[in-house]
């Protein structure tokens, strides 16, 4: 079993109150393992090798927990439409095109080359409806070391014909895709992937719940996130009033379910997503340009609702988690001021935490340095973001690189143990 060690500044959050900090401190891996981290290399390491990082930031990878692989074609356009407008006139016709395999390998390539390069080490990912195309999706992150759940997406109603399934074809194209990839990788495993409610039939909603038990499999989807969505919802299931009553009766809320957004949630929907353990998916920046709205973040945190943060390319333009933490402070002053300064914003240590353990508890025992964790780790140079003169604390150089560094400053990235 080969040893790790990484010396330099190490920050991470093992709890979202503070931030955790060792001046020119070791990290220590074992495999894929943490054994600790220390202030003075203890004396059994001796006469393993150290990669000396200097004065450089050392944190743990950072985790996209909801982001649409097909959509890096047009990420930053169409960004003043509203949701259901953006998916009829940027979305779906993209969409479609990934029936051609060589169209996909481009952009696949370069939507895994961009996610490695902006820090991103675990990813809750969704495909589009066809199959050999979202196989190509998870053979090329296997290759870039990108550990993720990825989805082929089910469609079968209230969808264009030119992206659209028959329920039968949508069930039996899952299941075979599922056989064909669940043991294939060693990073990359699928997800029973719904679209959302409007573009699923009851018979489809039940089928994938049942594969997902049969498999296993985790589940990743969106709820409560536009008004618009809602009422669609609403009026096929009259006898709901929630998105999550509806996903939960075709037994889609799990604790290996990530939902994304849950703008608009119930008080009985909050306590339903509790109990059941489901992850959601902050997505704070596509939140904002789509218009959907602001959801109640710290209302979720109070409950003990487990929160990652998403990048959700295109409706979001950054790939970067980075940009994500500084939007969810952004956003949560903006609901504290609309809940008249009743609902406490985010802190900047817990905005970090939600882009590294926050959605790295989906994963098992990744998101931070504490002994026992996976190994994912990203090295931050950042002389350029500061002046020679400048003597912050390392508390403070880590919130300017989340307010200001990019992928030129990540300088390693290290996933499950490995340098990647």
């Not at 499999?217 to 409560?224: A, C, D, K, R, V």
């Not at 952004?330 to 914003?345: I, T």
Request: charged residues 25%; contains cysteine.
């Amino acid at each position: 079993m080969h040893t790790t060690i990484l010396k330099g500044n190490l920050i991470h959050t093992p709890t979202p109150d503070h931030f955790v900090c060792i001046e020119q401190g070791y990290l220590v891996a074992e495999g894929n393992k943490i054994c600790g981290i220390y202030r003075e290399l203890p004396q059994k390491y001796h006469s393993c090798p150290v990669m000396d990082y200097g004065d450089a930031l050392i944190i743990p990878g950072l985790c996209d927990m909801h982001v649409h692989a097909p959509q890096f074609v047009y990420r930053g356009l169409g960004l003043d439409l509203q949701l259901m407008d953006w998916l009829d006139r940027y979305a779906f016709p993209t969409e479609a095109r990934f029936a051609d395999p060589e169209y996909a390998r481009i952009y696949y390539e370069a939507f895994a080359d961009a996610m490695a390069k902006n820090g991103t080490t675990r990813a809750v990912i969704f495909g589009t409806l066809h199959v050999p195309a979202t196989e190509l999706l998870m053979e090329i992150l296997e290759k870039k070391k990108i550990c993720a759940y990825a989805g082929k997406i089910n469609m079968d109603t209230l969808s264009p014909d030119f992206l659209c399934e028959t329920p039968q074809q949508s069930l039996a194209d899952t299941e075979r895709w599922i056989l064909d990839t669940k043991d294939r990788f060693r990073y990359v495993h699928p997800a029973i992937t719904p679209r959302f409610i409007p573009t699923c039939s009851s018979e489809v909603l039940e089928g994938l719940g049942e594969l997902a038990e049969k498999y296993h499999l985790p589940i990743h989807s969106h709820i409560s996130e536009d008004l618009g969505e809602m009422e669609v919802v609403r009026g096929r299931y009259p006898e709901y009033d929630n998105d999550g009553d509806v996903y939960d009766s075709f037994h889609l809320l799990t604790g290996q379910t990530v939902m994304a957004h849950f703008i608009y949630p119930t008080d009985h929907e909050l306590q339903l997503i509790r109990e059941r353990g489901v992850t959601i998916a902050h997505c704070p920046q596509s939140n904002g340009n789509v218009a959907a709205g602001i959801p109640p973040i710290r209302r979720m945190l109070d409950l003990g609702i487990k929160v990652g943060l998403g990048s959700d390319i295109a409706g979001g333009f950054s790939l970067c988690i980075f940009r994500a933490m500084a939007e969810a402070v952004y956003l949560s002053k903006l609901n504290w001021l609309q809940s008249g300064k009743k609902e406490a914003f985010l802190t900047v240590p817990e905005a970090f935490y939600l882009g590294t353990m926050g959605g790295g508890q989906f994963f098992g025992k990744v998101g931070c340095f504490e002994p026992g964790y996976e190994l994912d780790a990203l090295v931050i140079d950042d002389r350029s973001l500061g002046t020679p003169a400048d003597r912050l604390t390392l508390e403070e150089r880590i919130e300017r690189v989340i307010h200001l560094a990019d992928d030129r400053n990540i300088i390693g990235r290290f996933v499950c143990g490995e340098k990647a």
